[in-house]
T-cell receptor, first 113, second 115 residues
Framework: DAEITQSPRHKITETGRQVTLACHQT?????MFWYRQDLGHGLRLIHY???????NKGEVSDGYSVSRSNTEDLPLTLESAASSQTSVYFC????????????FGPGTRLTVT | AQSVAQPEDQVNVAEGNPLTVKCTYS??????LFWYVQYPNRGLQFLLK????DNLVKGSYGFEAEFNKSQTSFHLKKPSALVSDSALYFC?????????????WGLGTSLAVNP
């Protein structure tokens, strides 16, 4: 069955370190998204991609970057981790930009100490 | 500004009773509306969507939602709640944003079904 996976599931890192969170989907979807989920803020879009070599900033993109070199993967990099980036991160993919639902990964819980 | 509101942070219902989780929106153009559910320590799962057509939409796990254009609402309903329905529910609206559509998320409603 097609799926979307994230790794690691849990990560503890120190302030200032670079961290990369992996996202891999086997749906063959062109569209991929990264969100963070924080209490009181719901889901906030960090970056998204509509296809290979395409990346776009979301509403909370500062301090984060993504690259899309193939259809299956959209890694999220925290250039210099900050305590404010402690959160749960979700990757998602969808078949279409508008009509189709998004499929979510299980999430990565990141703690920055 | 385009927005989605879930006016209740928490909803409590007794098992077997009907449940309603409310969602209202403010967007330009025709909205595409979605409901997702999140169980503890899991990612979000799609429940149902409204794009066009019949205002009553049926989805997974016995849930349904009614699109009401005049009230700009898309409330999630289930005739008989189960304890296993206890979870966090998110409403989302796909709205016009230039040449693309942007997905706007509500803050979520925690549903507790009591045995």
């Amino acid at each position: 069955d097609a799926e979307i996976t994230q790794s690691p599931r849990h990560k503890i890192t120190e302030t200032g370190r670079q961290v990369t969170l992996a996202c891999h989907q086997t749906w063959n979807h062109n569209n991929m998204f990264w969100y963070r989920q924080d209490l009181g803020h719901g889901l906030r879009l960090i970056h998204y991609s509509y296809g290979v070599q395409d990346t776009n900033k979301g509403e909370v993109s500062d301090g984060y970057s993504v690259s899309r070199s193939n259809t299956e993967d959209l890694p999220l990099t925290l250039e210099s981790a900050a305590s404010s980036q402690t959160s749960v991160y979700f990757c998602a993919s969808s078949r279409d930009r508008s009509f189709y639902e998004q499929y979510f990964g299980p999430g990565t819980r990141l703690t920055v100490t | 500004a385009q927005s989605v509101a879930q006016p209740e942070d928490q909803v409590n219902v007794a098992e077997g009773n009907p449940l309603t989780v409310k969602c209202t929106y403010s967007v330009s153009g025709n909205p595409y509306l979605f409901w997702y559910v999140q169980y503890p320590n899991r990612g979000l799962q799609f429940l149902l969507k409204y794009i066009t057509g019949d205002n009553l939409v049926k989805g997974s796990y016995g849930f349904e939602a009614e699109f009401n254009k005049s009230q700009t609402s898309f409330h999630l309903k289930k005739p008989s709640a189960l304890v296993s329905d206890s979870a966090l529910y998110f409403c989302a609206v796909s709205a016009n944003a230039g040449n693309n559509r942007k997905l706007i998320w509500g803050l979520g409603t925690s549903l507790a079904v009591n045995p």
